[in-house]
């Protein structure tokens, strides 16, 4: 079965509630596509006002981020229950700017990612290499050790209906995108790497997303790409360009 394209806004620190009211009515009637999933990722301040105004319509609304923690003394965390309450289905789990700036590591990836499926939340999960990586020529082993440690102890089938965003760090808000060869074959052997730890039928039916920079005119080749199922997009999620990403086609 082909798998079903997913094109996901990330707002990131963007957006007051008021704002993100007008920017998902400005959008909505410019992401109509039955053909993909559509996910607006906000600020948790955001989810409440941003579902309001997309009801009735094909945006789902997801979440920046979420602790692995049930509930307690975590001041400033989101626990899953938060999330699950007010019906979000989608969580971004590990986002480079959450690695580099609030000292995320892989180990805190996994544990998030077995709580979201612990939920039923969909993660979609974030990995990418460095410019310096890239030049070093390590980029498949370590992206290969980032899926590896992500999906420790999830089973198969959670695997199968999980999200997994490539994002080359040195592609993000640079306008600086990555070559469709380059974003398919790191999309690939994420791919492979899926096939390795389950089996081929979990790694068919995986979505991977390439992010960095996607744009109306960098989409449609991109998500062109046998292994890349749609995308995770930062700036451009909150332009009226969104809606020519999402219809790419
Ligand atoms: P960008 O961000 O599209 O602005 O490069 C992508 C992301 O960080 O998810």
């Known amino acids: 079965m082909a798998r079903k394209k997913i094109i996901a806004g990330n707002w990131k620190m963007n957006m007051t509630p008021s704002q993100a009211v007008e920017l998902v009515n400005t959008l909505k009637p410019l992401v109509v596509n039955d053909e993909v999933d559509v996910v607006f990722c906000v600020p948790a301040i955001d989810i409440i006002p941003a579902m309001e105004a997309a009801r009735g319509t094909n ?4 979440a920046e981020n979420m602790y692995y923690e049930e509930k307690g003394a975590f001041t400033g965390e989101i626990a899953p229950d938060m999330l699950t309450d007010v019906g979000v289905k989608y969580v971004i789990i590990g986002h480079s700017e959450r690695r580099e700036y609030f000292a995320e590591t892989d180990e805190t990836v996994n544990r998030k990612v077995l709580k979201a499926f612990e939920h039923g939340i969909t993660p979609i999960i974030c990995c ?3 410019l310096t990586q890239r030049e070093q020529g390590i980029t498949i082993d370590w992206i290969r050790q980032q899926i590896k440690i992500a999906f420790l102890n999830v ?3 959670q695997a199968a209906s ?3 965003a490539y994002e080359p760090i040195w592609a993000i808000g640079t306008g600086k995108v990555a070559t469709t060869e380059q974003a398919q074959e790191v999309c690939k ?3 492979d790497c899926i096939a390795e730890i ?3 039928t979990t790694a068919e039916a995986i979505r991977i997303q390439y ?3 996607v744009s109306a005119s960098s989409a449609p080749e991109l998500f062109a790409q046998p ?3 749609g995308g995770l997009v930062g700036g451009a999620s909150l332009k009226p360009d969104f809606g020519a990403i999402v219809n790419y086609k």
């Not at 945006?59 to 997801?62: F, H, L, P």
């Open 198 to 200: 389950y089996d081929q």
């Open 162 to 164: 999980a999200v997994i």
């Open 128 to 130: 990418g290499e460095s």
């Open 155 to 157: 089973t198969a089938e």
């Open 211 to 213: 992010g960095g920079s």
């Open 227 to 229: 292994d890349i199922d």
């Open 59 to 62: 945006i789902q609304i997801g």
């Open 189 to 191: 052997a994420i791919r």
